[in-house]
């Protein structure tokens, strides 16, 4: 039998370690949705019956409902603002190369390293110092800074192998500066764009710990009132509302492999249109 036909034992083990990493990451999700279905009142594994009786109990929850639409709202607008920021930022780094340029980079990217527990205690104590407890505007301002980091990092890296020949060519056509950014540049990194707005969006929607300082009573976020709900009760109602966060993660997994093996989106294949045209 050929050296083709007979793996080495290298690629034997990187299987293997493949496949056990795999397992790691699936097992706990496969018991958290096992558990939804369970019949009784308390968590156990394996399940001792079998029962839809939690997702009723959670369709049940108007609290969830709620928490759900501003955790949706909240996690919508902070990509946004960030979006907005994170481009600008990382387009000037890589652009102009200022002479603070690793200074500018690694103060943006400083949130991702520090323990969000500080991060929330910190803001916690600013927004306290500052009057501003309680206010969405402070809570929607940590979270920009939260995901912040995800969008640099990810155009950051995009833009460092742009042909910026391709943005003097559109200038010296006579297209402004915002004109040749959006119908040039944008196109070309269209794509970490939504990977950057899609990471920081579930970053932003399941933040616990700076959340869990700054909102109001009456105001919490879906993994608050999870929070919430676990310490009153410890029935598989949030094993069911996790089994369906984890089919809302599946979807966004499965749109951005769809825009990965596609290499394009529709913003990219319309600017293409036009230029066409």
Known sequence: MSDKTIPH??????????????????????IVILNSFSSVAHNVFPPEGYSTRWYENLFAQDTFYLAAGRSVMLALLATAIAMVIGTMASYAIVRYQPKLANLIRAFLLSPIV???????VAAFMFVVRIGMFGNYASLLFVHVVVVLPFIV??????????????????????????????????????????????????????????TLFLVRAGANTLPIEMFLYLQKWQDPTIAALSSLLILFAIIIVAILSLIMRNKTIPLASLQAKEASE
Request: aromatic share 12%; no cysteine.
């Open 114 to 120: 520090l323990p969000n527990i500080v991060l929330g």
């Open 9 to 30: 034992y290298r690629y034997l083990l990187l299987g293997l370690f493949a496949v056990m990493g795999v397992f790691y990451v699936l097992a706990p999700l496969a």
């Open 153 to 210: 990092t990810v155009i950051t890296a995009s833009l460092a192998n742009f042909d910026w020949s391709l943005q003097e060519a559109a200038m010296d056509l006579g297209a402004k500066p915002v004109r040749a950014f959006t119908k040039v540049v944008m196109p070309q990194i269209s794509v970490s764009m939504v990977v950057s707005a899609l990471f920081a969006f579930m970053t932003s929607f399941d933040q616990v710990e700076t």
